[in-house]
């Protein structure tokens, strides 16, 4: 063990966590719960970005970067959906309200939300993809006046693995809001849409002759398309959205990728010349095309 | 200000400098090659002679390094003590190769988000560097633009002839230093001044090639495509010792580690982007799954992807990556095809 | 002599090899005294590749099924010759008899050497830059670049181990062709075959042997290069060691001198029953720890205990990990 001085360094450092106490836990699906956080006085986030993730750690155990489903201004508190996937993240899933969670952020570059005003926003969601996202949706409720209107399109490998049900309801009802869902195959009981997700983006929006995004005149360049889920769900989407000369920076896609420090150090989430982490994870089309190919 | 010391106070020179802090110099060890280790004994230091193979890189960014540790209270909360290392330290016959990678490391620690351990421990660290003389036929700096004497971060800069060594005060920490050997210590007169550029010139004579990777700075990205990446990596077996030995490579990992139920700590220790599981995502993908991406991807980041995040190239030409490759993959025959390539388009 | 082997490996290339097939054998690198893997489809090339004292690594690990995946285009439908020195041949035995690669898919050639030498000791004596080295019968002559000779005896400068020429011994397999004069290798084999070599586990008492292996393991850089160029060591990318969702400990990444133990003891272990002590970890490790005083006791454990060699035929099972009906449980 080194020797520790008592002279604390002057700089932040930005690897040590705060802790922050679980308000409240609640069951998603089967694999996925959700954790409400309040954050400390002294670490309230300056400008919280939808779409931006922390950094969550479990002394004893390790660290797990989660992206923020919402951060609520009004009683700073963070919205997390984990879903129990690891070491880490079943350890989590044993915590109740009132214990404590590590928190090292907001790290990443979240959505430009402020490019999105006065436009129209499609939010297509694979599976656990619908995380991040609900950032963005709960950003829009918040200023709805200052966005056009709200598609939001999900699909889940199964209605097992439907998250945020009870929000859904909620949201179906909010004015100038459509939400469909679509799971991957015929269910016994279901009765809405089957496919993947990206045959509803092509069944709403591709396959028609009229005028593809009834919203969405392409010279007045007033939707934008934010997708979040595996690399196979979004590339499909980006092939269609090619063919129709739909602009490439009105589109954005979260990337996942291993990352260790967040903060774009250990190298990790490298590619090319940018760090998931910092400059990422969120991408518009166009700086997508730019990376390199091995994403 | 420049001084001179006589050869023959070499020895007291550094007695003195050693009170100051832990030295550490080149030494030779039982195996007769020299390594940059805490001196024990002043007879041991062999500042001449070739580059050590393993660069002092780990006395500023560790191998192994304890970043906190905590005690967990009930529910999880946890109490949390950083472990800075601050204790004053020397580093002697440092390379230009290596002074101008371990000033690249510490740009690259200081962006956003800094990192307060290796800032910390430069803070306390004072750097001497030693104008090379002797180059191996692995060494390349002038293909990246540097000489074999630049003083970069250097607090001082040391270069020796025949009678004397000169020490070139850069800084006030180099100043505070050297103030402490006063009387070991001479003025050098004008006539010095040619000692540096003279070595410069013998030694860069010395240099076995020089590629020149400056005028085509900023557009290796069209040898991403190549089939350059395929030839050296059917041979490559991916171990990363290159990655170990090199100066400039910052990458690491990070876990927990519980001594009991309730005390740990988190540490880090180096990690290399050769490993197949470095980039491994979760859900069992992984973008860099084959050798030849691992390959391309560490070479186009020390040539390209450094130069677009920091406007610097991470390779100083040091060779030691060609030095540890057990199966003799010489960097410079890579960036002679990377060269080929860019220049005239793919062959 | 060196230049007539070359010649007749050469030679012997050119007539057995049929377009669509890849050659692996050794060539020149820039660097005076490197030879690194040529990966050869055209038959051009075949004159571009070497055999000589310089040859050190082994190219058996090429064969096992990831590199080769890795290595292949999508579109082979050959051979494979590989031309190896009679240690790595037996480590191509062993990757035969632990299923990595069919042995329909590979042609081998061993060449009569007699030793391989150690660069790195002739690099450490010279010091300076070196510009050339040559070698006669006996002696390698590096020149440097102030233009001064340094002359060594080839025995003072090969890898340890051509020392023991047990490890030169021909595998019991038929399939596979010979360069050299075979009868004036098996004399020398035999005639230079030293019956015991003394490990530190024969001379030191435990107590100096614990400390040996302490300080040597202590330097250990966990650079994986022993693991990675060991033509035994085929898990590749799925290495227990690098397992990272695993939450196991002793195997993480803490590099102390206790973990470094585990991690050679353990990897030993997991190479015992196929170890051919080809040597190439020790070759490999840039830190010069001396592997082979753990390899050859295991080996000769191996052989003790089992009666067993790896690497002397195609198909024995790996002695640790299969039984036959009826065996007395150990």
Redesign the interface.
Known sequence: ?????K???S???????F?A?IREVGQQTATVKHFRVELPKGNVPKNFIPGQFYQIS??????VPISVSDYDPTNNTLLFCIAK???VTTQIHT?QK?????LRGPYGNGFPMEQFQGKHLVLVAGGIGLVPLRSVIEDYFRHQDQYGELEILFGARNSQEIIYREEMKQWRLMKNTTCKITIDKHEKGWDGNVGFVCNLVDKTYCDCSEVLFHHLSPEKNNTVILIVG??VMFQSILDNLSKMQFPDDSVYVSL???M??G??????C????KYVC?DGPIFSWNELKTL???? | MRKRLKINNLHAFLQEIQKQGSLIAPVKTNTEEREFMPVEKISQVALEGSNPLRSPKEYLFPQM??????H?QK????T????????PQIIIGIRPCDLHALSYAKE??S???????I??RWKHTTLIGWACQTPLNTCFCTSLGDSPVDSKCADIMMAKTDQFYILEVLTAKGKDLVETVGSLLEDSPDADDDIIPTIRRQTEAMIREKVDLLSIKGRIDSA??SSIWKKYSDTCIACGACTFNCPTC???????Q?ET?QD?C?Y?TW?T?QNYA??????G?N??GTRE?RLR?RV??KY???V??LGLFSCTGCGRCTRSCPVNIDMVSIIKDIKEVVSHGEE | MKKQIEQNVHQLLTEIWKPGDLLIAWKKASLPGHRIPAFIYHKEEIQETVFDSFCDISLAKYLNEQNRQEILPNSFQGTIHVVCKPCDAKSVMQTFADQQISEDLVSLIVVACDGVVNRKKIENQIEQSIVSITETDYQMIGTDIAGKEHAFEKREVWLDKCADTSHCELPYYFGYYFVGEEKEHRRRVKNLYRTHKKLPQDTLPPADLQKMIHQELSRCIRCNACRNICPACFCSDQCVFDKP?E?VKLLDNHVTTENNILYHMIRFHHVAPNCTGCGECERACPKDIPLHIFYEYFNRCMEEEFGYKAGKTNDERQKLLSYNLGEDLV
């Open positions: 063990m080194e020797k520790n001085k002279t604390p360094s700089t932040h450092n930005p690897y040590v966590p802790f106490q479990l002394p004893g155990v390790g660290e996937t690891g070491v915590l009132g214990d404590y969670l590590g595996p690399p996942e990728n291993h260790k420090c903060i774009g150090k250990c190298g990790h490298n590619c090319g010349s910092q390199v190919k091995e994403y | 390094e304890t970043m906190y540790q905590y967990i529910e999880g909360k946890a949390i003590k950083e472990t800075l290392h601050q204790e690259f620690y962006t956003t988000h800094k990192d307060v351990y800032l910390e991403y495509s910052t990458c690491f990992d990070t876990a927990d519980l139920c740990g988190r880090r990690d982007c470095f980039t491994l995502h979760a859900s993908h973008p860099r991406d991807q186009m980041h390209h992807y450094s677009e995040q | 969702k939450p």
